[in-house]
């Protein structure tokens, strides 16, 4: 479990490195400040300085990293240390399958990815709302809170839509429902639940993730409707609207933009063979 002080001390040297190369660092931050162990995390000092810092996010059989180190102490193989660290508790732990993410232009990130050579997955664009005025109509669809009796619907919403292994969708479902219930809601047509939306509160911002509706009820319109809803409820109580949509996902891209969101930065993922 990261201490208050481990955890400003990451936040503050996320500032400088972000501000360095004019780049984003995704850290996942609802998993940081929840976690149970510190198993995943790997923080570098310099007598009462933290110069570096990699975080390891597990997704069920999958997991993520991603790291940082402070632009005074690089080119000095401190990240490739913290790296072979994470690493090799990984395969104590049989773990098989690692994603590295880098912000989409970081030239640090790009140069040590080519060191690993790790090999591209995808990109995931994170956008911003540009204040649209949206038709909102809850006639026919609604939103709900996720509750336990959801789980099943979650995970198969998953599987079809963004392509996740049935264990990684299981094993991340439980853990967003037991950390931030609230924040899951399940999309309602006439009746039928068709589709999830997650939506998570971070320093008077809003952040869309994992929206999917079910295939055999897509271009109905519905996803737009759930989207507008989501949206002008969020734009009530913050201007600074976001979501994550992965490249591969052109129909939800153009939903996104006629929705009023606009790119502003994207974070690429490449695999790392264990």
């Known amino acids: 479990m990261l201490t208050s ?4 001390d990451i936040k503050n040297l996320q500032i400088v490195c972000e501000k360095h190369e004019d780049i984003k660092v995704k850290l996942n931050w609802d998993m940081l400040k929840n976690r149970t162990d510190s198993l995943d995390d790997f923080l570098l000092y310099k007598e009462d300085q933290l110069i ?3 975080g390891l996010y597990g997704f ?3 997991y993520e990293l991603c790291g940082m180190i402070h632009p005074d102490y690089r080119k000095q193989q401190l990240f490739q240390e913290l790296f072979q660290e994470a690493v090799q508790s990984l395969r104590s732990r049989s773990v098989r399958k690692l994603l590295l ?3 989409g232009t970081s030239a640090s990130g790009k140069e040590f990815i080519e060191k690993i050579n790790a090999s591209y997955d995808f990109t995931e664009y994170e956008m911003k709302w540009n204040k649209k005025s949206l038709s909102v109509n809850a006639a026919d ?9 959801d789980i099943e619907t979650i995970i198969d919403l998953d599987e079809k839509c963004f392509h996740v292994v049935r264990s990684d969708a299981e094993s991340y479902t439980k853990r967003l429902l037991e950390e931030s219930g609230e924040g899951n809601l399940m999309i309602v047509y006439n009746g039928a639940t068709v589709g999830k939306i997650r939506i998570q509160r971070v320093d008077n911002r809003s952040f869309i993730y994992g929206f999917a509706i079910h295939p055999s009820h897509q271009g ?3 996803g737009r409707n759930a989207l507008s809803q989501v949206v002008m409820k969020e734009s009530e109580w913050t201007s600074d609207i976001y979501l994550d949509v992965a490249a591969t996902n052109r129909n939800a891209l ?9 790119t502003f930065y994207s974070q690429d993922y490449y695999q790392f063979a264990l």
């Open 141 to 149: 669809v609604q939103l709900r809170t996720a509750t336990e009796k």
């Open 220 to 222: 109905k319109g519905i």
């Open 52 to 54: 570096g810092f990699l």
């Open 254 to 262: 153009k939903l996104y933009e006629s929705s009023g969101f606009q």
């Open 60 to 62: 069920g059989e999958t």
């Open 5 to 8: 002080k481990q955890l400003q």
């Open 101 to 103: 993410n880098s912000p």
